[in-house]
């Protein structure tokens, strides 16, 4: 029988749902795993690539509920985990960077036989994987060739192909130090390595787990040179002014003075916190400013809002991407000590920040990597506005020495939580007289002695901190008392009126002891927990653009989450701005702000099998209509759109329906084919 294929992760996961005699979720896969929930979705595919080879049903996530494993297939799933012939069986997408990897690393011609035995698949499959390898090559400007005597090999920058070098061994790095990957000569990468680590002791810095790694393997290419390197805005008397410069020259003699500049760079580039301004010509602000408003653009397109306080945003980027876009160019990877943590935490907004960033990686023409992303997760997240809540003033400074896109983050987290709170201000460190003048607590990433109460949480607010402020007595009846107030608005209908005083305090003992309820979060208002048949409408007749506006509203109307203005809003940002909410060519969502007439979050779906025409070069077939209350509750329903339309065939399939009842369950048909979580959404 041949070898099934199982990493040690995966391997994890069976035994842990082994364990369990009922569903498990895939918040608590992903807790037990001490992964994101999108890794946990990630490996659930990889165990159901095994269960497949092993011929055995694969895992459903059964939407509400999770993971849950029949009696049968325990038995089954036990025996075969008992056999020792079980090892690491790449995914799809690894397949694709592990063939990247090898094709740059590799010193000798590399052909297909070399690439079977890479990636341990059929002749079949490295073919269609080197149709993707082609396509993901295309969007950086590279191509993969093919000579009979010097076998597969990348061409273009070889700037540009050390960049993506560099991206995918990184995120390769697991199955590289687990030994799953074996075309490296670890020998060599070891002693490159030390000696790397080498000039990190002389420096007496410390770079990010991964960079140093990432530039051994990368050194036998810099061996080889064999195309000369462009360092475009780069001051190379300066460069070889540096220390780092000297240290790659005393461990590094070999290398040729282009290759020792090269890596300098990277030595440079690559520590936290710094930013070797001097050692560039700096780009054009205009430039900068350009990329810095067409970044913020596609992000309030995808994420269908408006941000208020915009030009505030567009300083703040523009600082961020002005030091950052070198970086890019060269491939240098800094890492992001918060990066798992903001994609943990906050997963909608980073998949819709992955999209937007598409647009400024086809600008810069350089692959941006997930840790960069983050980085502009915790920009965006920070100018979200919060929705209007009482204000009951309870005084909070802030004190984040992570950055100012993070103390920002922290500073919304915080008011979102405490919305009956002011934050007078977010500063680094905290050396002011009379403190107590200003605040009443202080909220700190870091311990702090202070004359007023000091609440110490991590950058990326956790579970637990969030526990922690809720239930500081500072907070607490504060809490409370709003919690009760919402109840009681809600309750107080069915009520007496000679009986609310008794109802206010059973509810505020009721809370006092623990009773008090979440309040539903982004991630729970998924497309198909709002849409329904009463919210979707198939039309037969040809109508005007605008005629297809008001069709789509007229749903949300009936159900009184929107205003009439709010449509003739709509219509007249497309009459003037043109037809730039279209999705795809022929899927456009259509919206305005919350303020223009919104109710309550809500969608509607028209499918019009006469396609709509908005211009000479968009048509919709599908017209989707959002209402959103506020600039965070949709994002996780956006996520779902993202996918549905993303779905090979989809516009199609939804086009061809006949009414309300054939559409949705063909928009539950389809959601159902994709991870209830999906957070690819392109």
Sequence with gaps: MSPLYMNARCKKLL??????????????????????????????????????QAQLPQLEVVRGKGLFLSHDMRGRIHSLLGEDRTVYIYSPEERVKLIICCIIYEANPVYMEQLMDCCEVSRNTVF????????????????????????YYVDG????????????????????QSGAIRFFNRDQIGEDLHRLECIQQELGIDYVDGVLLSLAALLPVLRRHRSPLKFTGLKEEEMGKTREFALVQSQFPQLIHEEQLYLTLHLLGSRVNLVPEELFV??????????????????ERVACIVFDNREELERALFVHLNTSLYRYRFGI??????????MNEYPNLFALTKIAAKRLEESIGFPIPDSEVAYLVLHFGGFLKIAN????????????????????????????????????????????????????????????????????????LTEFDRKAILNHRLVAPKNVALQRDRLFRVVKKYVKPEDYDHLMEDLTAFLQDGGREPEQTESEYSLLSVLDASRIRVVEERCSWQQSIR???????????????????????????????????????????PEDGVSCLDLSLAVFHQPVVYSSQRKAKLVLLLAAEDQEKH????????????????????????????????????????????????
């Design 15 to 52: 035994n842990i749902l082994l364990t369990r005699s009922d569903y498990l979720t895939m918040n608590q896969l992903a807790q037990e795993l001490g992964v994101s929930r999108r890794t946990a979705y990630y490996d659930v595919c990889k165990v159901n690539l095994w269960l497949e």
């Design 128 to 151: 269609a994987d080197l149709k993707e390898v082609t396509k993901q090559l295309e969007q950086y400007d590279l191509t993969l060739e093919y000579r009979a005597k010097r076998g």
């Design 157 to 176: 920058d070889p700037i540009r192909i050390r960049a993506l070098f560099i991206l995918y061994f990184n995120e390769l790095s697991d199955l590289y």
């Design 282 to 299: 700096s780009d054009s602000r205009q430039y900068v400013y350009d990329l810095t408003k067409e970044l913020i653009s596609e992000f």
């Design 333 to 342: 990877q800094i890492g992001n000590l918060l990066g798992d943590d903001v």
């Design 389 to 460: 809540e009482r204000q009951d003033r309870l005084r909070i400074l802030i004190v984040c020495v992570n950055g100012i896109s993070t103390g920002n983050m922290l500073k919304r987290e915080v008011q979102k939580l405490l919305p009956f709170a002011e934050i007078v201000d977010v500063v680094a460190a905290v050396g002011m007289v009379n403190i107590q003048n200003i605040c009443d607590l202080v909220i700190s990433t870091v311990r702090l002695n202070c004359i007023v109460p000091v609440i110490t949480v991590h950058p990326i």
């Design 551 to 593: 069709l789509a509203g007229a749903c949300l109307l009936d159900h009184h989450s929107i205003e009439q203005r709010y449509l003739d809003t709509i219509i007249h940002q497309l009459q003037y701005y043109g037809p730039y909410m279209f999705l795809t060519e022929d899927v456009i969502l259509a919206h305005a702000k």
């Design 635 to 682: 994002l996780r329903l956006l996520q779902d759109i993202l996918v549905l339309i993303s779905a090979p065939g989809a516009v199609e399939r939804l086009a061809a329906c006949s009414g309300g009842e054939a559409v949705l369950a063909q928009v539950q048909q389809i959601l159902a084919q994709r991870p209830e979580e999906a957070e690819e959404t392109t």
